[in-house]
């Protein structure tokens, strides 16, 4: 729920110009389509730099306030990008950069922000160019400006990529070497859900390293493929990834334990109504009933030598059928136990805030234990370790509905596991 703190003119003249789109005329000839198309697509990057511009200024706003009142930058950071991301209905980390990348476009690069502005180019293509000169100085970046600008509305997005890049080293190879070096820091590995019940597990590796492991993939993969195997090259390479990784001799020997949200019916009950309620798995997110039976069912398999492959440890968490809430843990403590908090990492899935999708850190009382609020879960939430802190700032106040400094609410609320009804889903 997004709740205006109030309305001015040019506020109003904006929400006009959001009726006025949806009352365009459908009855017109695909000539005139294209057109709209185009006029659409340049307003819409006349509106990034808009929103630009505001973010930029709204961050110079709240920063000079909070410091006259004591507030410490890393907290004040926090405050903006939290409030940004709520009103542009992404996470405090994206908010974050965004915030970043539009005070560098706004103040520092007239060229790219001005085609930005006029329709030139795309939002994404101007951030672009923000992000891989955000590390040289004021003046090689607006060297970078000056030469590109021209280009901009004629590249892609990889070639905006590549050009900043080499402009950028061209005026600052020194620094651009320390950048990489210092970038090997941030090596990690994530795993993010995929469509039709795949994950994708990516590691952001030094490039050597990183192009080093893709050859040796690549080459057991192409001797595989001689020897006769029939597997695909990239199904190859995604079996040998698991096994080198595990230690197992095949992919499918490696051990599983995963906690899987389902109701009775859908586990027990496949033919009656509820039985084709999709599973919740924890980590990755909606699974078809019939795939989450197979999980939950499954047994042993063997190898070709007879052995039995690893075992799968499945814990199971059942849903109320009428309410679709898990069962709940109660404590007297300030902090929660581990396993409650690992009950509200399974019920919240990701961090509560509206628009974060990052995992839960914290486990977060929604009324304050120092005002009262009690260690149970149902005042219980998980929060990202950002929202968690943001929502610690002055002027914050988060419960059920969260408010920020600037008087705006937003609901949070948790999302809809297996078996909710489907009245309260809605």
């Known amino acids: 729920m997004f709740d205006p703190a109030g309305t001015d ?25 294209i057109d709209r198309i185009r006029l659409l697509e340049e307003l819409k990057s006349a509106a990034a730099a808009a929103q630009a511009a505001e973010m930029a200024a709204f961050a110079d706003s709240q920063r000079d306030a909070q410091v006259a009142v004591g507030g410490k930058p ?5 405050s903006v990008a939290g409030q940004v991301g709520l009103a542009r209905r992404v996470s405090a980390f994206h908010a974050r950069r965004y915030v970043g990348w539009a005070t560098i476009l706004t103040r520092e690069l007239p060229h790219t922000f001005r085609a930005l502005a006029h329709g030139r180019v795309s939002e994404w ?11 040289l100085s004021r003046d090689h970046r607006a060297v970078v400006d ?17 050009e900043a ?45 990183g192009v080093a492991a893709y050859a040796a993939l690549l080459r057991e993969a192409d001797t595989a493929r001689t020897r006769g ?40 009950k496949p033919t009656r109504p509820g039985g084709t309620e999709p599973a919740h798995l924890d980590g990755y997110g909606p699974l078809p009933a019939p795939v989450a039976r197979e999980l939950a069912l499954g047994t042993p398999t063997t190898t070709e030598d007879g052995a039995d492959s690893a075992p799968r440890w499945i814990r199971r968490l059942f849903t109320h059928p009428d309410t679709g809430q898990l069962i709940a843990m109660e ?43 009690p260690t149970h879960l149902h005042n219980g939430r998980g929060l990202c370790e950002a929202c968690n ?38």
Request: aromatic share 4%; charged share 25%; with cysteine.
């Open 9 to 33: 003119v040019g506020t109003a003249a904006l929400a006009e110009m959001l009726r006025t789109l949806g009352r365009l005329d459908p009855d017109v000839a695909d000539a005139v389509r």
């Open 74 to 78: 890393d907290a004040i950071a926090r």
């Open 125 to 135: 293509r101007a951030i672009i160019v923000a992000r891989e000169t955000a590390w």
């Open 146 to 162: 000056a030469q590109l600008a021209a280009r901009l509305d004629t590249l892609g997005d990889r070639q905006v990529e590549a």
């Open 165 to 209: 890049k080499k402009l950028a080293y061209r005026l600052d190879p020194h620094g651009a070497a320390a950048k990489i070096r210092g970038a090997e820091s941030d090596r990690r590995v994530s795993l993010r859900p995929a469509p039709e019940a795949m994950a994708r597990l990516t590691a952001l590796l030094p490039v050597a390293q």
């Open 229 to 268: 195997e029939q597997r695909g090259r990239g199904q190859v390479m995604a079996d040998t990834l698991v096994e080198r990784l595990t230690g197992q001799t095949t992919a499918s020997d490696v051990p599983v334990e995963i906690n899987l949200v389902m109701t009775a019916d859908t586990l027990l």
């Open 331 to 373: 404590s007297r403590r300030r902090t929660f136990a581990p396993a409650q908090r690992r009950y509200l990492q399974v019920q919240d899935q990701w961090c509560r805030t509206p628009y974060c999708d990052a995992p839960i850190r914290h486990a977060d009382h929604i009324r304050p234990a120092d005002h009262g609020g």
């Open 389 to 426: 802190y943001t929502n610690q700032t002055p002027g914050w106040h988060s419960q059920i509905e969260i408010t920020t400094p600037t008087g705006h609410r937003y609901r949070s609320r948790p999302p809809d596991l297996p078996g909710t009804p489907h009245w309260r889903a809605a």
